[in-house]
């Protein structure tokens, strides 16, 4: 099985193209004749890779393309580029964390402190309390305290 992997991964690429060399050639050609399911698949290869090609007039390749594809991955490889964004990306995500964590702290103590309002509001309306006598403290602390005991 990995031999008819290696096998169609050849034939995909330099044996349909006819760049193997005569001995990897022939090896090609031994298996194909044993293993119906690689010349399959060489056949399958060929109807969808070849056959649409033939007859095609071949464009002339300018000779200094491949030379100048190789002067850029050479150059790459001398001066790689580099990228921030993996170093970049764990400040940022803990940056905007904490800025969350912030947001919702302040958002909770910002809720509570609607509500008690609210709440003293409500109490103080519904025992008939002015809100002048709410903001006197006394001894007992809160104006409910104060009228149950």
């Known amino acids: 099985m990995d031999k008819c992997k290696e096998i ?3 034939i995909l690429t330099d044996y349909i193209d006819g760049q193997l ?21 060489l056949e399958e290869a060929q109807k969808g890779l ?8 071949r464009q002339a390749v300018p000779q200094t393309l491949w030379p100048a594809i190789v002067e850029k991955i050479c150059q790459e490889q ?7 964004i993996p ?5 940022a995500v803990s940056f905007l964390l904490a800025v969350l964590i912030t947001s919702v702290i302040f958002f909770n103590q910002y809720m509570a402190g609607l ?7 409500y109490v103080s309306s519904a025992f008939g309390v002015s809100q002048a006598q709410t903001e006197t403290t006394s001894d007992f602390g809160t ?7």
């Open 87 to 91: 170093r970049l990306a764990p400040v």
């Open 78 to 84: 001398e001066h790689p580029v580099r990228v921030f």
């Open 21 to 41: 060399e005569a001995p990897e050639k022939e090896r090609i050609n031994t298996h194909l004749r044993q293993c119906a399911v690689c010349r399959g698949f």
């Open 8 to 10: 169609r991964s050849v």
């Open 50 to 57: 070849v056959t649409p090609f033939q007859g095609q007039n």
């Open 143 to 149: 104006l409910i305290e104060e009228y149950f005991l």
């Open 115 to 121: 509500r008690e309002e609210e709440q003293l509001n």
